[in-house]
């Protein structure tokens, strides 16, 4: 009864991995899943969340914060698939996602460069030299994409709480090691830790309702009461209450609501 | 039927797991009880020692030398006694010059943040939210520490074939973790991965009974040969190869001795 995240590079038999433990644990295995649902729930066309979580915001993307509110729609839907439970995602900057909850094991799996390299040139039939470019330049892409959006460095192991290297140690014995980690007790979900996924997926939803239209919202949740956040009162501030009090009114689980400008934002903010 | 490296961010969980690994496993645990013995062996004394594993290096470079050559030393003497086999090394910076080596086991640790921040800052208490400016500290300085005296960054997971963060396993899981993984055939000495650190013994052997009169000097060895490699002018290139020969020749498993001296750059004879 856990959740598992898997970060991964290209080509580093992340996707082997995780699809392995899924099976092994009968637990359901997602990764372009979350788009599709996010593509659905908030009409966007899938490419566009895809472009959204590939390349590292631009320039100008920095001032249009379009990243950030797709970003948000991904952050709801992969967190309303993690609330039933039972879940692998190995999908993008799911260890960053879901940051804050207990009962998620969050792995990495890495692999050697040279292999890499080796499994890139056989599959798109490319010299070493254009693979070892492709390669580098992905990983430098996300490394940047995660940087700019969340301010981490996806290669901190810190950032996980186990990190495979698949060399010496081989797919299964990966698989094997997650599966353990999964059933210590710590990773079961309990009353508690699913009462924060539920706060967490009240505060995506908010957030996502709210961020095509507030770029700089933050939004907290604990036991249904709705903390939204924002860098400044400006002019935008009652109209950001109005709508704050709207989806109050709309959104199942919330009992309050609340709009602190110009007050610090607490980490678990998404 | 391997060896274990440990290295972590924490010195007394490093040192927890170690010793609890060894016990588990019956093996021998290997420690910086050692730096006695290369105290009395190199005639440095221990705190030296000890300093030269801490402290990041100066900028102007003259303890980054002395560094070098307490390093060298510590790392001849565990090499030697890695020989052994069946060991579990920790507090050594083993990490670092064991690389190559198929039948070790390379384990990073990574402490909970908290406790983590109250053992670097010796203060203590130390609240949640001024842990992660301790930690990014004390992690830029044993990055600049490591790439300075060995070229690798300790703190990049690839350098590992696992890593295990503290943050929600606890201890006894990742004892039972290293115990498992060590057990893995792929983990077992072979005749060449035996030859590998056999030789990086007697390379490391001959390059700290060098170091002080020869302090660029680089060194490798195949079976009994083995390879020197260091800098001088012109005019003294004969009687130098001549001195280095004489001494390495002399020190135990040297069947032959090659020496390379290249032309340093400021003293280049007319």
Known sequence: MAIITISRGSYSKGKEVAEKVAARLGYECISREVLLDASDRFNIPEVRLIRAIHDAPSILDRFSHGKQAFMAYIRYALACRAQKDNLVYHGLAGHVLLLGIPHVLKVRVIANLEDRVKSEMSREKISEEEARSLILRDDQERRKWTRSLYGLDPWDSALYDLVLHIHKLTVDDAVAFICEAAKLKQFESTPETRRKMDDLVTACEVKALLADEYMDVRVACEFGNVLIYTKSGGRLQHKLQESARKLGREIKGIHHVEVHPGVPTPAQAV | ?270
């Not at chain 2, 645990?29 to 990041?56: F, K, T």
């Not at chain 2, 130390?126 to 520490?145: C, S, Y």
């Not at chain 2, 650190?197 to 060895?221: F, H, N």
């Open chain 2, 1 to 270: 039927m391997s060896i274990i490296i440990i290295s972590s961010d924490s010195y007394e969980k490093g040192e927890e797991i170690a010793h609890n690994a060894a016990r588990a496993l019956d093996y021998a645990c290997l420690d910086r009880e050692l730096l006695a013995v290369v105290a009395a062996r190199y005639g440095i004394p221990q705190d030296r020692l000890e300093w030269a594993l801490e402290s990041s290096p100066s900028s102007w470079g003259r303890s980054a030398r002395l560094q070098d050559r307490c390093l060298a030393y510590m790392q001849s003497t565990t090499l030697g006694e890695l020989l052994k086999d069946n060991t579990v090394c920790h507090g050594l910076a083993a990490h670092l010059y064991v690389v190559g080596i198929s039948h070790a086991l390379r384990v990073r640790i990574l402490a909970e943040p908290v406790e983590l921040a109250r053992e670097i800052s010796g203060e203590g208490e130390v609240p949640p939210e001024r842990a992660p400016r301790f930690i990014d500290r004390q992690r830029k300085l044993r990055q600049h520490w490591s790439l300075t005296h060995y070229q690798l960054d300790e703190t990049d997971p690839s350098q590992y074939d696992l890593v295990i963060s503290l943050s929600q396993i606890h201890t006894d899981e990742a004892i039972k973790i290293i115990a498992q993984t060590a057990g893995y055939r792929r983990f077992a000495p072979m005749t060449y991965s035996l030859r590998c650190i056999k030789d990086a013994e007697l390379a490391s052997r001959v390059r700290a009974g060098l170091l002080e009169a020869y302090p660029k000097v680089k060194v490798r060895a195949e079976g009994g040969t083995v390879i020197v490699e260091t800098q001088g002018s012109r005019r003294n290139k004969l009687k130098k190869a001549a001195a280095i020969k004489e001494e390495v020749q002399a020190m135990e498993g040297v069947d032959y001795v090659e020496v390379h001296i290249k032309n340093g750059l400021f003293k280049r004879a007319p």
